[in-house]
């Protein structure tokens, strides 16, 4: 009888079909997809690809970044129950009002978040590329940040810029321990701690590096040290081990007795629902048209600004 791995290929195939996955997934969805990547390169590699089908291994806003930059195509979801906690904390209703509250504010969001959110949304980010977007803003518009207040606060202190913060925080990274973190460190004196900016100010406080999945990984793959402390989800890990067989990886402690910081969302996929959306083409990720419509702008804005275009920016919010 044929592997799940092997129905999956056979699958792939006959749909002519892409994998993505992203870091935090089971090292065994990450083994079988064709590009592991953090959120804006799974965005740009879903709006790039040739196939008509994509698969995203992920949580749903990353597939609805895909469908919303390309509409035509089938994207898939293993799980439609993905969510995530900062997605949650920014409902749309609440969003709008505040946003309303600053009509003359330039709205930045977070890729965490939801298609309707990003309809009233001037430009979004992620954590790889927030700061080329933010230096793209001009200097006397106010800016409003959201939905993960730590991300924004992060950001307003290296930038030196004051921002307007949605109060909404990744329900994973806050869990970190700074003073497990502390402990750790002290018996690990040489090694690097690398750290997601969706941490608490306290646990970043002892990152010596701090950045997007995709940048905590290029750390760990080109300094010469041997042991890191690694302060995000455990499934990045896996590409960690795999491209430094030599060094001591350690995650970072959370708080309690909480034995490692896994996202719940992203665990949610799994090989046989993997194989199984490509068996069926469903769960499917639909979005109304009008909708792609008005959340493309703030994805597409932030994307020409990473490619080094200009861009032009609305005088005030009417909507
Ligand atoms: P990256 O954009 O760094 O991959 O982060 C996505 C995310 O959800 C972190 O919790
Ligand atoms: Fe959302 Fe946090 Fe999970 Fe990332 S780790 S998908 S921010 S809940």
Known sequence: MATVQERIRALKTKHNALILAHFYEDGAIQDIADHVGDSLQLAQIGEAASQPVVLLAGVVFMAESVKILSPTKTVLIPDPAAGCSLVDHSPYDMYLAWRREHRDALCVTYVNSSAEVKSITDVCVTSSNAEKVLAAIPKNRQILFGPDRNLGRYLALKLKREMVLWPGACEVHVLFSSRRLFE????????????????????????????????????????????????????????????????????????????????????????????????????????????????????QRMLAISRGEPVEWPSRFNG
């Open 184 to 299: 750790l460190k002290a018996k690990h004196p040489h090694a690097i701690v690398v750290a997601h900016p969706e941490c608490d100010e306290a646990v970043l406080q002892y990152a010596d590096v701090i950045g997007s999945t995709s940048r905590l990984l290029a750390e760990v793959k080109t300094n010469p040290a041997r042991e890191f402390i690694v302060a995000t989800e455990n499934g990045i890990l896996h590409q960690m081990q795999k491209a430094r067989p030599d060094a001591l990886l350690l995650q970072a402690p959370a708080q309690g007795s909480c034995a490692c910081n896994e996202c719940p969302y992203m665990k949610l996929n799994t090989l046989e629902k993997v194989a199984h959306a490509l068996e069926t083409l469903t769960p499917e990720v639909t979005l109304p048209g009008e909708l792609i419509d008005r959340s493309k702008i703030s994805l």
